[in-house]
């Protein structure tokens, strides 16, 4: 890619998270419900995995809106739907778990407005694969590679990155650390 984009395709303006390959064989027809939320998950676990926020609850409204689904699905058949497409993404290994955050009470299923009410504002807890999490904190540690400097100034704000044998980055939160006392 040109230098105008290579920023936005590594680095800190980095906008692509770490997508799966089997998302990919999923039909743009019959399957956008899929695509369209594993982008989203994508997207929000590469700034999760930045934040250190990946066990966070999505709400299940906003994981709706994301999916589009079509407006001729009664509030049943939406929610086997929503249901049936995470069953199919953890079955493909393209998310690895799936939960809600509470039980759903049964009695309020399929009362007038329990979709709008009640099951959308519920939170849902979408784990991502191990490989997944350690390809963005891969990008989040070469994004954030040390630059070689002559002077450290304020030693007891400044991080220093120190590079070991094995390739793992470890950071030093202040120079007295790496100093002995004096």
């Known amino acids: 890619p040109s230098t105008l984009l290579q920023p936005y395709l590594d680095g800190t303006k980095s906008s692509l998270g770490v997508l799966d390959l089997k998302v990919f064989k999923y039909s743009y027809v019959s399957q956008r ?8 998950l994508s997207r929000q676990w590469k700034i999760r995995s930045i934040k ?4 966070q609850p999505f709400k299940i409204a906003t994981l709706l809106t994301e999916m589009n689904f079509p407006a001729r699905l009664n509030g049943v058949q939406l929610r086997d739907s929503f249901e049936q497409v995470l069953d199919d993404l953890q079955r493909d290994e393209v998310i690895s778990n799936w939960s809600y955050t509470e039980a759903i009470e049964e009695a309020r299923i399929g009362k007038r407005g329990w979709v709008q009410n009640y099951w959308s504002q519920i939170s849902i807890i979408i784990t991502p694969p191990s490989t997944v999490v350690l390809e963005n904190k891969k990008k989040i540690t070469l994004s954030n590679a040390p630059v070689e400097t002559n002077e450290l100034t304020e030693p007891e704000c400044t991080e220093v990155l120190i590079e070991k044998e094995e390739g793992i980055v470890e950071m030093k939160k202040t120079i007295q650390e790496l100093t002995p006392e004096i």
């Not at 419900?33 to 989203?40: A, F, N, Q, V």
């Open 52 to 55: 250190g926020t990946v066990n």
């Open 33 to 40: 419900e899929h695509k369209r939320l594993i982008r989203y």
